[in-house]
Nanobody, 121 residues
Framework: QVQLVESGGGLVQPGGSLRLSCAAS????????MNWYRQTPGKQRELVAT???????NYADSVQGRFTISRDNAQSTVYLQMNSLKPEDTAVYYC???????????????WGQGTQVTVQV
């Protein structure tokens, strides 16, 4: 019923920038919190940034001051602007969102499929 599709990943040199997008589609009634996570092989998925429906944001200490999360409620899209990228930012980035659908008016968490970000010379 709901799909989250990420885009914008790729290969970038240290110090560079990337902008990730995650668009939600389907029978959406309302979207509450939207988040970006990342995961590297052998490690647990890590919460990178979160944004409430009203725009309140929070960041992991490791990305504070370098990453910016934003959202466009009209487009059901969340963004992650990543600046001053470091090799340790290399990971698969996933978005998730708490979505209430037209047919089920309770929030359920949906995940995107992930997009690879690689930071290397």
């Amino acid at each position: 019923q709901v799909q989250l599709v990420e885009s914008g990943g790729g290969l970038v040199q240290p110090g560079g920038s990337l902008r990730l997008s995650c668009a939600a589609s389907g029978s959406i009634f309302s979207i509450n919190t939207m988040n970006w996570y990342r995961q590297t092989p052998g490690k647990q998925r890590e919460l990178v940034a979160t944004i409430s429906r009203g725009g309140t944001t929070n960041y992991a200490d490791s990305v504070q001051g370098r990453f910016t999360i934003s959202r466009d409620n009209a487009q059901s899209t969340v963004y992650l602007q990543m600046n001053s990228l470091k090799p340790e930012d290399t990971a698969v980035y996933y978005c998730n969102a708490d979505v209430a659908t037209i047919t089920y008016l309770r929030y359920v968490t949906y995940w995107g499929q992930g997009t690879q970000v690689t930071v290397q010379v």
